[in-house]
């Protein structure tokens, strides 16, 4: 019994224990996990702006807000600024902890030089490869830096790899490929050595893929860039396969799925297919599973079951390129002058030639290779010749029509299921609101079905995130249009990103993620007029009405698109602009005139008599708007249908602001009255005064120095005019007058004051005797 009774204490303690255990380890496994990003997009370059990288930042950031980021961004940034927002995000991720998860997206241009990957800013000045690493952002040497930060994870997505503009044949195309650290992934949005097709928005294929990945719910994050993958080379039709390398071994999700979600394909079905032999399988599944293992291996294994089938083609491109891409990786990492010769000897004319070359030089090796050397053993047998024609070019895109691929397949349901209804096409954004803000896409909502992990430690400030699923928050504060800055007279002073002084983040009811510190620092600088505006400013002409430098040289104006790349006036074209479409027109092509722009204003035009300017752009009224502005001045009390007496010369300040078509010039230009002509026109004012009729209101505003002759001089040019209405008795008075100003008026008053005078002065020279005064 006493047996019995001391198993039994000790199996209940047992349980006891174990259950606290179980506890314990539910509740370290539920600790508060941290989330925070960087998001970038440049877009305004002066050499050739990109339609869709500052967009495509903006959904991503979005994104990122909803599954529980704490998010900074900005777009168009120059290299010093972009430095110091990495830096300052690296030291944010230092001090987060280590269940941190941090993730960093750049879109724009990205080069690589000698096994380096490197992010354009829109400052720089690349025109030859030396140019590079002193202008652009050597992206290695902060993913480095990341890596070596005791994180949950880290996330680095380079959607950068884009057929350059800046170094022609000097440089290999497209991103080198890297070796993801330990608690790392780094992804690209197209194949090592490979480039997207140029696209045209709102957004790009890989952002929105990358969204709606993201938004799926329930997937590991292998799983998420796998299923981009195959969503990226449907969609572009085979032209683009995205790549990532990724070394996290912690479990993370974006979302979780709750258990009364639709039916995912099965776990278990999927392993099936993944494990059976690619000769057992169609076509079809074994381009997906290929795809999806994105191995040289892999593929070779398809080019051995399919070596005849039409997409054969397609699949020996996309081996070439990442056989030349590791080899390359295995070379630089050697960095001897045996290793680039072995290169040298496989791809004499490859993409990474002048790359070898330039590290002979460097090493003060000989171009050309002694007859014996220890050639590399590299772990990627040699490229077969039917390979160098994809990789002997200065550009590889797989969607370059030369190659003449058919398209791919789609990808089976149990790989990838189809979209959602309500993220296929998306409404562009609304253009940004201020300097540096990244513009904010329309948010559909997240399905109710799929939420963010309860571990997650809600972000600060961030609205999205708390209301992913409230339509009436949605609608009526995160999709509300945002206000523009007042402008104008009265109007509050306007802050960093061209905002009232003293709001804080930007954007549609306060869902913009904040500006990186150096950034909000730089734009405060330039609202401040310490700082100038920057070239690639892209900003709303309201937003930028309180920002000083408006109008000068090389800042974009009010009849420029509100997106336009700097360096480009309305006067260019703007192919692959970043000027967004009208929002509600999806699809819509980028509008580069201001006028279907509805956040720029309109171009000067005359407004008709009587009607009122537009002003819903908050413009300020046309130039040649007259008629609303300057209206007729009415007769006033003493001066209609009377002579003009000296109580006219008070008038001055009135007469200043007539119309201009009211001035006579033959008036201002008359010498001053003399005795003679003074005396002369005494009784056309009393004609003039029996007139019944008033003088017209051109008349009635005399200029200034018509009140200064008499009244018998200003009388004698505008009474004849007046008559012709009256009965002819009132007419017979001064019969000269009437048959000279029968003539139209104009003529009358040019030809009348000259005349008149002058015979008064020869009638009494006559009556004279010579030399005496009369």
Not at 752 to 774: H, T, V, W
Request: proline share 18%; net charge positive.
């Amino acid at each position: 019994m006493r047996l019995a009774r001391s198993l039994s204490i000790f199996s209940m303690c047992l349980v006891v224990m174990s259950g606290l255990a179980g506890h314990l380890n539910t509740a370290a496994a539920q600790q508060p996990e941290k989330r925070i990003a960087l998001v970038v997009g440049n877009a305004a370059y002066a050499k050739s702006p990109l339609a869709t990288a500052a967009n495509d930042a903006g959904l991503i950031a979005q994104t990122l807000q909803a599954a529980g980021f704490d998010v900074i961004g900005a777009r168009d940034l120059d290299g010093d600024t972009l430095r110091k927002s990495f830096r300052d995000f690296i030291q944010k991720a230092e001090s987060s902890g280590p269940d941190t998860v941090a993730m960093v997206y750049l879109a724009g241009y990205g080069l690589q030089l000698a096994g380096e990957n490197y992010f354009v800013p829109v400052d720089s000045a690349i025109n030859r490869d030396s140019d590079v690493p002193i202008e652009a952002l050597r992206t290695g040497d902060y993913i480095r830096q990341l890596a070596s930060l005791p994180l949950k994870a880290g996330i680095v997505v380079l959607d950068a790899a884009r057929q350059q503009p800046f170094v022609s044949g000097q440089i290999a195309s497209g991103l080198a490929l890297v070796e993801a650290d330990p608690h790392m992934l780094i992804a690209f949005n197209a194949a090592p050595g490979t480039v997207a097709p140029a696209e045209q928005g709102p957004y790009g294929i890989y952002a929105q893929s990358l969204a709606e990945m993201i938004r799926t719910g329930g997937l590991p994050l292998p799983e998420v860039f796998n299923r981009l993958r195959l969503r990226v080379n449907e969609a572009s039709k085979g032209a683009q396969v995205p790549w990532d390398s990724q070394k996290v071994d912690a479990a993370f999700t974006f979302f979780e799925r709750a258990p009364d979600a639709p039916a995912q394909p099965s776990a278990d079905q999927v392993a099936a297919v993944r494990s059976k032999p690619i000769r057992e399988l169609g076509v079809q599944d074994a381009y997906a599973q290929v795809l999806e293992r994105d191995t040289l291996q892999g593929y070779e294994d398809f080019l051995g079951a399919y070596p005849d089938d039409p997409m054969a083609k397609r699949v020996r491109a996309i081996a070439a390129a990442r056989r030349e891409a590791i080899t390359w990786r295995r070379t630089y990492r050697a960095d001897t002058p045996n290793a680039y010769w072995s290169y040298l000897r496989r791809y004499p004319n490859g993409p990474h030639a002048a790359d070898a070359r330039r590290r002979l030089a460097i090493l003060t090796a000989p171009i050309e290779p002694p007859p014996t050397f220890d050639v590399i053993d590299y772990d990627v047998p040699p490229p077969p010749p039917e390979e160098f024609i994809y990789v002997d070019r200065p550009v590889l895109a797989f969607g370059d029509p030369e190659f003449d691929f058919v398209p791919p397949p789609p990808a089976p349901v149990y790989y990838l299921p189809p979209p959602p209804d309500d993220f296929v096409v998306l409404e562009p954004p609304p253009p940004p609101i201020g300097l540096f803000i990244l513009p904010q896409p329309i948010f559909v909502p997240i399905p109710v079905y799929v939420r963010p992990p309860r571990y997650v430690a809600p972000p600060p400030n961030n609205i999205i995130f708390a209301n992913i699923h409230n339509t009436t928050v949605i609608n009526n504060v995160i999709n509300r249009p945002p206000a523009a800055p007042a402008a104008g007279p009265g109007a509050r002073p306007v802050g960093a990103a061209g905002l009232p002084a003293g709001t804080v983040a930007p954007g549609r009811g306060g869902a913009a993620p904040g500006l990186p510190p150096a950034v909000a620092q730089r734009a405060t600088l330039i609202q401040q007029g310490k700082a100038p505006v920057p070239p690639s400013a892209t900003i709303n002409p309201a937003a930028r009405a309180g920002l000083p430098g408006a109008g000068q040289t090389g800042v974009p104006n009010a009849r420029q698109p509100v997106n336009a790349p700097a360096g480009l006036t309305t006067t260019q074209p703007l192919p692959r602009t970043n000027a967004l479409p009208v929002p509600g027109a999806k699809g819509a092509p980028p509008a580069p005139s201001a006028a279907v722009n509805p956040n720029a204003r309109p171009a000067p035009r005359a407004t008709p008599p009587g009607s009122v300017a537009p002003a819903a752009t908050g413009a300020r009224p046309a130039i040649g708007a007259t008629a609303p502005t300057v209206p007729v001045v009415p007769p006033k009390p003493g001066v209609s249908g009377l002579a003009p007496s000296t109580t006219a010369a008070p008038r001055r300040p009135a007469a200043a602001v007539a119309p201009k078509p009211q001035l006579q010039p033959e008036l201002r230009r008359a010498p001053p009255p003399s005795a003679a002509n003074v005396a002369r026109p005494t009784p056309p004012p009393a004609a003039r005064v029996a007139s019944p009729s008033p003088p017209p209101p051109r008349i009635t505003a005399p200029p200034p120095r018509m009140a200064a002759p008499p009244p018998a001089r200003m009388a004698a040019p505008s009474p004849p005019p007046r008559m012709a209405a009256p009965p002819p008795p009132r007419m017979a008075a001064p019969p000269p007058p009437p048959p000279r100003m029968a003539a139209p008026p104009p003529q009358a008053r040019m030809a009348a004051p000259p005349p008149r005078p002058a015979p008064a002065p020869a009638a009494a020279a006559r009556k004279c005797p010579p030399g005496a005064r009369c």
